[in-house]
């Protein structure tokens, strides 16, 4: 069965510590997929909803100090239960502050996987990308070997979000070609992948790199069927037809629609 499918299946509860941008889009996603998200973000009770949680997702869109405090417990009672965590570093490289709270992050909690976009992973690994915001904007090198640097680093699943999605564990790299274009045209897309791998992470069991993997190139998938839905109509109806499409495409077609090949381990840069 599909990762997609256990999803439907299961309705697996994901709990979002996420930005004041993208609650509703990202609620309104996981839903559209067939997970029930649990947005909680109060330090009185983020401990027991990350413990009761199939996922907790850990996103530094709108970061402050009570924020930061909210994902380290919450990341914590998630590893004290089992839970898999999913890290978005949003504007890492950005600001010193963004960059120092997404290391801290990750060297503090034990992480099933991070997404972001090239340069955020890339200053993660130790690379100083520029980064404009939470935009990825133009890859100032290779991003494979930094996306393998940084999953051995913080010993998860990385995925780093582009023209083509890297997914790694650092020893074995994915690569999946899908989505359109009008997916940088709508604020929180990426916010809302990482919660859709949260989800797919939910029923993964020890498969992440693949459960990422499909996330991705089912994400991808429906957002080229979205597109084409809306043709000209722009990015506002691209959103609507984008959790259309989230909530009616089915597994046996994301191959049909997306592309995931395997990257030669001979060409893998080692530090």
């Not at 490289?93 to 992050?105: H, P």
Request: proline share 3%; glycine share 10%.
């Amino acid at each position: 069965m599909s990762y997609l499918d256990q999803v439907r299946q299961v309705n697996p509860l994901v709990h979002n510590i996420t930005n004041i941008v993208v609650a509703n889009f990202s609620a309104n996603g996981l839903l559209a997929i067939g997970a029930s998200p649990f947005m909680a973000a109060g330090l009185p009770e983020v401990e027991e909803a990350a413990a009761m949680a199939g996922a907790v997702v850990l996103n530094m869109g709108t970061l402050d100090e009570l924020s930061l405090e909210a994902m380290l417990r919450a990341g914590q009672s998630a590893n004290r239960s089992g839970v898999p965590v999913v890290l978005d570093p949003v504007g890492a490289g950005a600001t010193a502050y963004r960059t120092e709270s997404a290391s801290l992050l990750a060297r503090s909690l034990k992480l099933a996987a991070i997404r972001g976009n090239a340069a955020e992973i890339a200053n993660l690994a130790g690379e100083a990308w520029a980064s404009k915001g939470v935009d990825a904007g133009e890859s100032a090198g290779d991003i494979v070997p930094a996306a393998e640097r940084a999953a051995r680093l913080y010993g998860c699943v990385v995925i780093a979000t582009g023209r083509e999605d890297v997914v790694t564990d650092g020893k074995r790299t994915l690569l999946v070609r899908s989505g359109h274009p009008l997916l940088t045209r709508v604020t929180g897309t990426g916010c809302l992948l990482s919660a859709v791998i949260g989800a797919f992470a939910a029923v993964a069991g020890g498969g992440v790199l693949e459960a990422a993997a499909e996330a991705a190139a089912f994400y991808g998938s429906a957002a080229s069927l979205a597109a084409e839905a809306a043709a000209d109509l722009g990015p506002g109806s691209f959103q609507i037809e984008f959790l259309n499409r989230l909530s009616t495409l089915q597994s046996g077609s994301i191959g049909e629609l997306a592309l995931i090949r395997e990257r030669e381990q001979v060409n893998r840069v080692t530090p």
